[in-house]
């Protein structure tokens, strides 16, 4: 009985045995449709606003390692690529009433760097640069307000654009802005009507905004009307001596931007018409940039205001008409 048992006993494992065999032939064979390149970074994972499903599937919660057990290289300063220019940094800086050198360190190097993973490795510089910004913000709101009470007052958060692009209907698939931005205006953020707009972009691209932007058919129409009425009432808002002063020396249609404007004369209105040079408008809007020396500077708030202040009859000659 014990030699039977014994004889069974040998059998089972010289079989065991072979099918293992079998199945290491098999894996030597056929290599892993699973098996990763080890140069391909990690999905990092993103916060709330910029999480993204099919990245986090993708990983299939194996974030560190590849199928065969090697280590991914993990996002770091190496991977940053950096940028050209010099981001300058005042004795004494960061000042209450600009904009702290870091935060525009921290939009040039995302200009160079766009994409999710820096965002993330990046993160804690992100939320000190939106900081500084919206403290700026709720400032700058305050100052508008009092030269310009039309202009609603709310949280910084409310005036603030969020940084994520919208991608639907772009060529550049960058996911984030490369600039900070607000607006001030009778409708908040919405911008319905003429208000206020800054934006900091480093490289000397900061700027302070003024007027009505691509406004609708009805709106545009209102104007156009207008402008045949009372031109005189909108190029004596963009001729005032602050205005010469604020844009150096520069007035009336001259200060006007132009990155829409018709080449003809539009619909309905004749080529030869007194006002033409207004009326070829599409947008109504004034923009006064600043050097990243003066972003980053002592008073930087009181130049913005001059602007600002120097536009207000502008803005008021606009929401008057629409």
């Not at 919206?134 to 400032?139: K, P």
């Amino acid at each position: 009985m014990l030699k039977k048992n014994k004889e069974t006993s040998l059998k089972t494992t010289k079989r065991v045995k072979t099918e293992d065999e079998e199945e290491e032939k098999d894996r030597v064979k056929t290599p892993s449709k699973n098996k990763k390149a080890k140069s391909k970074p990690i999905h990092l994972k993103e916060d709330k606003d910029t999480y993204d499903a099919a990245e986090d599937q993708s990983s299939n919660g194996n974030d560190e390692h590849d199928d065969d057990g090697s280590e991914v290289e993990m996002y770091n300063e190496s991977h940053i690529k950096p940028f050209g220019f010099t981001i300058p940094r005042p004795k004494g800086s960061p000042f209450p009433d600009a904009i702290s050198p870091d935060t525009l360190v921290f939009l040039a190097e995302l200009a160079e760097n766009n994409d999710r993973d820096f965002f993330h490795f990046r993160s804690k510089e992100w939320a000190a640069a939106r900081k500084d910004f919206m403290d700026f913000v709720g400032l700058l709101s305050t100052e508008i307000h009092h030269v310009d009470p039309s202009i609603r007052v709310e949280e910084s958060k409310k005036a603030v654009y969020r940084q994520n692009r919208d991608l639907r209907f772009s060529n550049d698939k960058s996911p984030y802005k490369r600039n900070l931005s607000a607006s001030f205006s009778q409708t908040g953020r919405k911008f319905l009507n003429a208000g206020y707009f800054l934006s900091i972009k480093p490289n000397n691209q900061s700027l302070i905004a003024a007027g009505m932007w691509q406004p609708d058919k009805y709106r545009l129409a209102n104007m156009r009307s207008s402008i045949i009425r009372h031109a005189d009432l909108l190029r004596e808002a963009l001729s005032t001596d602050v205005i010469k002063e604020a844009f150096d020396g520069k007035y009336g249609v001259d200060i006007l931007d132009t990155t829409d404007r018709l080449k003809v004369a539009p619909k309905d209105i004749a080529k030869d018409h007194p006002e033409i040079d207004l009326l070829r408008f599409r947008s109504f809007a004034v923009e006064k940039t600043f050097t990243d020396e003066e972003v980053v500077s002592p008073e930087f708030m009181d130049k913005v205001m001059d602007v600002v202040e120097a536009l207000v009859p502008f803005v008021a000659v606009i929401n008057s008409w629409v």
